[in-house]
């Protein structure tokens, strides 16, 4: 039984059709060639396989790295999961161009939206546009500001939820002052009720990027959820968050989230 599990991010695809600043994947593919991401899509057998192994009411966030719009087959990986809760993170660009696979097809869409984006005024557009096509129709549609956003009120004016994220990178963070917020219980609520599958079905419990898989409990290949949800690499590591030994973990160790939303 999957008892305890309540989300899991799916990674469509690790590739992208925005080259963003503040991107962590783009510093790496520049300053740490040896160990930056196989950009490419998962198969959709392993998507459809995964699917049947989900109960109904899950929420799967198909998101971990990349722009799930530029998956080929999202509408059927959409299709695939009609029994959970579906939500994907997106840049925007293809939201008016896939409008027909989104609308009535997902429950949330989370649009990214950055600082000193010169692609900002057009991004602000395309989701206007596409509040307009889908009207009352799913999904609901919300605005993740990362950092400090210029021209922000309009935003706010469309009526839709606002979200205030501070700016976080796989190799460390940003130069700002950041408040790193634990949960109360001490411990990261990522590890204890959820879990991350790359395009390669590889598994973890979080999306924490991860070059040399020190933080992988398991494979679809050769496992199915239950099994890797319930199996000794995973106990291991809530214990340690459990006992307050995150410090023993290899990514946990550099890791300031904690799992939670961080606000402004």
């Given at each position: ?51 049947k192994q989900i109960p109904a009411g899950m929420l799967i966030h198909f998101h971990n790295n990349g722009e799930p719009l530029v998956y080929p087959y999202f509408a ?166 459990i006992n307050g030994e995150r410090n023993t973990l290899p990514l946990c160790k550099e890791c300031d989230y904690w799992g ?5």
């Open positions: 039984m999957l008892t305890g599990l309540y989300a899991i991010h799916l990674e469509l695809t690790s590739r992208c059709n925005k080259s963003c600043w503040m991107c962590g994947r783009r510093r790496i593919d520049k300053d740490y060639p040896d160990i930056a991401i196989k950009y490419g899509d998962m198969d959709i057998d392993l998507v459809r396989r995964i699917a059927i990986a959409l299709r695939a999961f009609k029994h959970c809760i579906r939500h994907f993170d997106t840049n925007g660009k293809l939201l008016v161009e896939k409008a027909d696979e989104i609308i009535d097809n997902c429950n949330v869409v989370t649009v990214s939206v950055i600082p000193k984006d010169l692609e900002s005024d057009k991004q602000y557009e395309i989701v206007k546009e596409f509040l307009k096509i889908k009207g009352n129709s799913k999904p609901r549609l919300v605005v993740r500001f990362n950092g400090d956003i210029e021209k922000s009120k309009r935003w706010k004016d469309l009526g839709i939820m606002i979200i205030n994220r501070m700016l976080h990178h796989p190799m460390g963070s940003y130069n700002y002052e950041k408040i790193v917020v634990k949960p109360e219980i001490g411990m990261c609520l990522e590890v204890l009720n959820h879990l991350a599958i790359d395009r390669f079905g590889r598994v973890s419990p979080c999306v924490r990027f991860d070059p040399f898989n020190k933080f992988k409990i398991g494979s679809l290949h050769n496992q199915s959820i239950n099994d890797i949800w319930n199996g000794e690499k995973r106990k291991d590591i809530v214990k340690k968050h939670i939303p961080r606000g402004l």
